[in-house]
């Protein structure tokens, strides 16, 4: 008889990473539309992760206490502690089979116009789709093409 494990979670302290204050990185961040739009946080839990236990291992996470009053979310501009505990938590599986960058391509193709020349894309007026704000062609693609 296999017994589900009790994670508990402990908010780690701020890290910085080295890596996202980098000239290059911080460029694309911006360019991407993500520079201040994605915080990091980390957490540890007191169990061996086992791969058949990930379900539970989300399911604990976003219902625990101690997580729900120091996980940020974005209200506006500000980032904020609501300190609301998830009722239901619903977990999928997402393929991950592309193992090249080349993937994104597709991307650039400009008869798709997504991606700009330079990179950059594509900004599009807003337009609000249930709880999700497309204010990109990206955004978009799910809803519009």
Not at 84 to 101: D, F, G, W, Y
Not at 106 to 115: A, E, Q, R
Not at 120 to 129: A, E, L, P, S, V
């Amino acid at each position: 008889m296999e017994i589900d494990p009790k994670f508990t979670f402990i908010p780690l302290n701020e890290k910085t990473y080295v890596a996202l204050n980098d000239k290059d990185t911080k460029e694309y961040l911006c360019k991407w539309g993500l520079k201040g739009n994605f915080v990091i946080q980390n957490f540890s839990f007191n169990q061996p992760f086992q791969q058949y236990h990930k379900y539970q291992l989300v399911d604990a996470f976003f219902k625990d206490d101690i997580v729900a009053k120091a996980l940020l979310s974005k209200q506006g501009y500000n980032w904020v502690r609501q300190g609301i505990r998830a009722s239901n938590v619903e977990t999928k599986q997402i393929p991950c089979s592309v193992l090249s960058m080349s993937f994104f391509n597709k991307l650039k193709d400009s008869n798709n116009g997504i991606v700009h020349n330079s990179g950059m894309i594509c900004k599009r007026y807003d337009t609000q789709i249930e709880d999700f704000l497309v204010s990109d062609k990206l955004r978009g693609v799910k809803y519009f093409y």
